[in-house]
């Protein structure tokens, strides 16, 4: 009788699958970040006498810690999401959250046992990234036939060539193969089948493509994760009220510095301090985008700005663009629903036309509404429009693909890094 091949998958074992598993990290840490804090300011059998003040406090820190630990667990799925630089920015976002609560409901709380469980959750998930580091990258057994060449291992993602259908006594936590592929031999096929029996993951040489880059193929239209071309209508429509409600906040506290701004535009150039341009909106539908003026109104170039070495560009552009501060006034497209925070940005009527006779489903594109910053432009940067077209068509069907709360979130952070460095601006 033939023996039969056993395989394992790696960190399937019961101590692996309990110390990295997220039950280990939910209890043990709310055990400290909650626990702890509290133990140190009411002492032993706190929980035994609960007044309103410790109930409010104890059930802050667990909602922060929660809403902490997944949304880095979610955020972590997509490419380029270097947690460890969002670790800081989570935890002060999340107790700033759950602080803002208790003051606007006027709940007693204590503030001692609050902040010393936000530097404890510091420590915690800092701790937790960095020992846990080597295992959190994947490591892929990778069957070399059709298009798997194109592959390449990142930071992340260690991709290793098998020379048969065997995975030789090392344990992965997947296998990737190009399933489509002519070349994929019955040895192959009984091989990929076993992987599966063996509860071993076996992904389409697309998929990982897609997680390593950050972006979609575009030589086809493909339907996205919710397995319709539609995004989720019920994200759509808690999105747009979240954009209204922050547009409506930041109004106030930014026209100071857009009132600064366009003083400064006008005394630096002659010419109006916005410029208004007709572009292509959600659904397909043309509207007026509103932006600083960032270039002399007498000089002619190209349909699209070139780099920061573009002779149109002003003093003050330069230094506005850098920083972003051009995109301000597009709080009132956000206000009036035309445009969204997060979102693929929206293109001229010339760019749109011309790209819609390039790519036969680059309408689908309008499918959310556009954004004032966006996946595309975290990853590839501000770049000339035409010069990285096809690339950042490539990065916007990603989004429209994975449209969801955390990919806004990691976009969101990564905007934040731009708008404080100037790294990664056009």
Same mark, same amino acid.
């Given at each position: 009788?033939?023996?039969?091949?056993?395989?394992?998958?790696?960190?399937?074992?019961?101590?692996?699958?309990?110390?990295?598993?997220?039950?280990?990290?939910?209890?043990?840490?709310?055990?400290?970040?909650?626990?702890?804090?509290?133990?140190? &300011?009411?002492?032993?059998?706190?929980?035994?006498?609960?007044?309103?003040?410790?109930? +409010?406090?104890?059930?802050?820190?667990?909602?922060?810690?929660?809403? #902490?630990?997944?949304?880095?667990? &979610?955020?972590?799925?997509?490419? *380029?999401?270097?947690?460890?630089?969002?670790?800081?920015?989570?935890?002060?976002?999340?107790?700033?959250?759950?602080?803002?609560?208790?003051?606007?409901?006027?709940?007693?709380?204590?503030?001692?046992?609050?902040?010393?469980?936000?530097?404890?959750?510091?420590? =915690?998930?800092?701790?937790?990234?960095?020992?846990?580091?080597?295992?959190?990258?994947?490591?892929?057994?990778?069957?070399?036939?059709? &298009?798997?060449?194109?592959?390449?291992?990142?930071?992340?993602?260690?991709?290793?060539?098998?020379?048969?259908?065997?995975?030789?006594?090392?344990?992965?936590?997947?296998?990737?193969?190009?399933?489509?592929?002519?070349?994929?031999?019955?040895?192959?096929?009984?091989?990929?089948?076993?992987?599966?029996?063996?509860?071993?993951?076996?992904?389409?040489?697309?998929?990982?493509?897609?997680?390593?880059? *950050?972006?979609?193929?575009?030589?086809?239209?493909?339907? +996205?994760?919710?397995?319709?071309?539609?995004?989720?209508?019920?994200?759509?429509?808690?999105?747009?009220?979240?954009?209204?409600?922050?547009?409506?906040?930041?109004?106030?506290?930014?026209?100071?510095?857009?009132?600064?701004?366009?003083?400064?535009?006008?005394?630096?150039?002659?010419?109006?301090?916005?410029? #208004?341009?007709?572009?292509?909106?959600?659904?397909?539908?043309?509207?007026?985008?509103?932006?600083?003026?960032?270039?002399?109104?007498?000089?002619?170039?190209?349909?699209?700005?070139?780099?920061?070495?573009?002779?149109?560009?002003? &003093?003050? *552009?330069?230094?506005?663009?850098?920083?972003?501060?051009?995109?301000?006034?597009?709080?009132? +497209?956000?206000?009036?629903?035309?445009?969204?925070?997060?979102?693929?940005?929206?293109?001229?009527?010339?760019?749109?036309?011309?790209?819609?006779?390039?790519?036969?489903?680059?309408?689908?594109?309008?499918?959310?509404?556009? *954004?004032?910053?966006?996946?595309?432009?975290?990853?590839?940067?501000?770049?000339?429009?035409?010069?990285?077209?096809?690339?950042?068509?490539?990065?916007?069907?990603?989004?429209?693909?994975?449209?969801?709360? =955390?990919?806004?979130?990691?976009?969101?952070?990564?905007?934040?890094?731009?708008?404080?460095?100037?790294?990664?601006?056009?």
């Amino acid at each position: 009788m033939k023996e039969r091949i056993r395989y394992e998958r790696r960190h399937s074992r019961w101590y692996e699958a309990l110390l990295l598993g997220w039950p280990f990290q939910l209890i043990v840490g709310a055990l400290l970040i909650v626990g702890l804090p509290a133990w140190d &300011r009411w002492g032993w059998g706190f929980w035994e006498y609960l007044p309103p003040y410790r109930s +409010n406090t104890l059930i802050a820190c667990v909602l922060a810690f929660i809403g #902490i630990l997944w949304t880095l667990r &979610r955020m972590h799925r997509f490419p *380029g999401a270097r947690v460890s630089a969002f670790i800081a920015p989570t935890i002060a976002v999340a107790y700033l959250l759950v602080v803002a609560i208790l003051f606007f409901t006027r709940e007693e709380y204590t503030r001692q046992v609050l902040f010393v469980s936000f530097l404890m959750s510091l420590g =915690w998930f800092y701790l937790a990234f960095f020992l846990g580091r080597r295992y959190r990258r994947m490591k892929l057994g990778v069957v070399p036939v059709g &298009r798997v060449g194109e592959l390449e291992p990142t930071p992340d993602i260690e991709l290793r060539s098998l020379t048969h259908p065997d995975l030789g006594g090392v344990r992965y936590d997947g296998v990737v193969a190009d399933l489509h592929a002519e070349e994929l031999s019955p040895e192959w096929e009984r091989f990929l089948a076993r992987c599966t029996l063996h509860h071993i993951p076996v992904y389409h040489v697309r998929q990982i493509q897609e997680s390593m880059s *950050g972006r979609v193929r575009i030589e086809h239209l493909t339907e +996205n994760e919710y397995g319709s071309l539609l995004p989720s209508l019920s994200y759509q429509g808690v999105k747009r009220f979240i954009d209204l409600v922050a547009a409506l906040l930041l109004l106030p506290l930014l026209a100071p510095i857009m009132l600064a701004t366009a003083i400064a535009i006008r005394l630096d150039s002659p010419g109006p301090a916005l410029f #208004i341009q007709r572009r292509m909106g959600f659904r397909a539908v043309p509207f007026r985008v509103y932006k600083f003026r960032s270039m002399y109104m007498d000089q002619k170039g190209l349909g699209f700005t070139a780099g920061d070495d573009d002779p149109r560009i002003t &003093r003050v *552009g330069r230094f506005i663009r850098k920083y972003r501060l051009d995109e301000l006034p597009q709080l009132f +497209n956000v206000i009036k629903g035309e445009m969204s925070f997060i979102g693929p940005r929206p293109e001229s009527m010339e760019l749109s036309d011309w790209y819609e006779r390039d790519v036969p489903f680059f309408s689908y594109r309008h499918v959310v509404r556009p *954004g004032i910053s966006g996946w595309a432009q975290v990853e590839q940067g501000y770049a000339a429009e035409v010069d990285g077209m096809t690339t950042k068509l490539q990065y916007d069907f990603y989004y429209i693909k994975h449209f969801s709360l =955390w990919l806004d979130i990691l976009i969101a952070f990564k905007t934040l890094k731009t708008i404080v460095t100037g790294y990664g601006s056009r």
